[in-house]
Antibody, heavy 116, light 107 residues
Framework: EVQLVESGGGLVKPGGSLRLSCAGSGFTFSSYGMKWVRQALGKGLEWVSSISSSGSDKYYADLVRGRFTISRDNAKNSLYLQMNSLRAEDTAVYYC?????????WGQGTLVTVSS | DIQMTQSPSSVSASVGDRVTITCRASQDISTWLAWYQQKPGKAPKLLIYTASNLQRGVPSRFSGSGSGTEFTLTISSLQPEDFATYYCQQAHSFPRTFGQGTKLDIK
């Protein structure tokens, strides 16, 4: 069974850091580009960052560039999002998903709350 | 950046109705478009990719069409489980962008 499981969310103060993880299973993780997408409560979907299958190419939304870093460890079938200098507006559920179609699986999401 | 504009933002319909949602891109994206369905508290679910390809396991009442800048998602005969929010997303270039969503609810 194909699965993506996010972890690492939680409550953090403004200016703080958090590292999200996404563990993939049931598929050849190293063959797929991956992405992070977030959704603030009651709002729409917002693309955050993507990484190629090898990890050599990385892309960021303007709102997070310079603060967030995407990475992956194909030996561990894992995707990461290092989030620094967090702001209240980064509060959202963060999902990991494949960049490539027709791979359609998304994780269940992990909630990040930035508040003092 | 490519802007994606969905219409309508919300629509009320009844079981058995035919519903069409439109997504317009601010520039030509060929067929690099996906449609997602999202229910409250759940992750998005891929319905259609490359504008018109039905994801495996998705009922055939869902269909997508279009290319260039104008795309449509059609549900031919609404079922109770179809009431949800629908998003389009372009994968032509970075940054990836989503439409603002269309909430489909029961009339």
């Amino acid at each position: 069974e194909v699965q993506l499981v996010e972890s690492g969310g939680g409550l953090v103060k403004p200016g703080g850091s958090l590292r999200l993880s996404c563990a993939g299973s049931g598929f050849t993780f190293s063959s797929y580009g991956m992405k992070w997408v977030r959704q603030a409560l009651g709002k729409g979907l917002e693309w955050v960052s993507s990484i190629s299958s090898s990890g050599s190419d990385k892309y960021y939304a303007d709102l997070v560039r310079g603060r967030f870093t995407i990475s992956r460890d194909n030996a561990k079938n894992s995707l990461y999002l290092q989030m620094n200098s967090l702001r209240a507006e980064d509060t959202a559920v963060y999902y990991c998903a494949s960049e490539q179609w027709p791979f359609g699986s998304w994780g269940q999401g992990t909630l990040v709350t930035v508040s003092s | 950046d490519i802007q994606m504009t969905q219409s309508p933002s919300s629509v009320s319909a009844s079981v058995g109705d035919r519903v069409t949602i439109t997504c317009r891109a601010s520039q030509d994206i060929s067929t690099w478009l996906a449609w997602y369905q999202q229910k409250p508290g759940k992750a998005p679910k891929l319905l259609i990719y490359t504008a018109s390809n039905l994801q495996r396991g998705v009922p055939s009442r869902f269909s997508g069409s279009g290319s260039g800048t104008e795309f449509t998602l059609t549900i031919s005969s609404l079922q109770p489980e179809d009431f949800a929010t629908y998003y389009c997303q372009q994968a032509h270039s970075f940054p990836r962008t989503f439409g603002q969503g269309t909430k489909l609810d029961i009339k």
